[in-house]
């Protein structure tokens, strides 16, 4: 696994995050509709689903909730691990780069205001730090 690699965990991890809450949404949503029975279907003789059917969404969206609590420990973990390994390095502004682009998720252009300098510069100070950092 390449530093950049490493250092990119957090905004995959915050991704999935994000995916599996526009999911359970969904599920929430689904959860609070009311179906009616269909009639023109040929009826057929069998075991008949004797649940609400919105039962089944709510189950979905409990198993999702769940797994969004546990990527968010796993979350918080990963930062607090990324953080430590940043603070390693001497250069301050190395650190604050990495700490803006991979733990804030910041654009280039809002790196490079924060840390008064051009665009290019932040991208080369990125490709430094990148290179002496020690994971």
């Not at 991890?13 to 969904?26: A, V």
């Not at 023109?40 to 089944?56: F, L, S, W």
Request: charged share 30%; hydrophobic share 35%; proline share 1%.
């Amino acid at each position: 696994m390449t530093n950049k690699e490493y250092l990119s965990q957090v905004y995959h991890l915050e991704l999935k995050i994000k995916q599996l809450q526009l999911r359970s949404e969904e599920f929430e949503r689904l959860s609070n509709t009311v179906t009616s029975s269909n009639y023109d279907g040929i009826r057929v003789d069998g075991t008949h689903n004797q649940e609400a059917p919105y039962v089944k969404w709510i189950v979905k969206k409990s198993e999702v909730d769940n797994k969004i609590a546990d990527l968010k420990k796993e979350l918080e973990r990963l930062k607090v691990e990324i953080l430590q390994v940043i603070e390693k390095m001497e250069n301050e502004d190395y650190k604050n780069l990495l700490i803006m682009r991979y733990l804030d998720t910041q654009t280039w252009e809002k790196i490079a205001e924060n840390l008064y300098c051009s665009t290019s510069t932040a991208k080369r100070w990125h490709k430094n730090a990148l290179n002496i950092l020690i994971i």
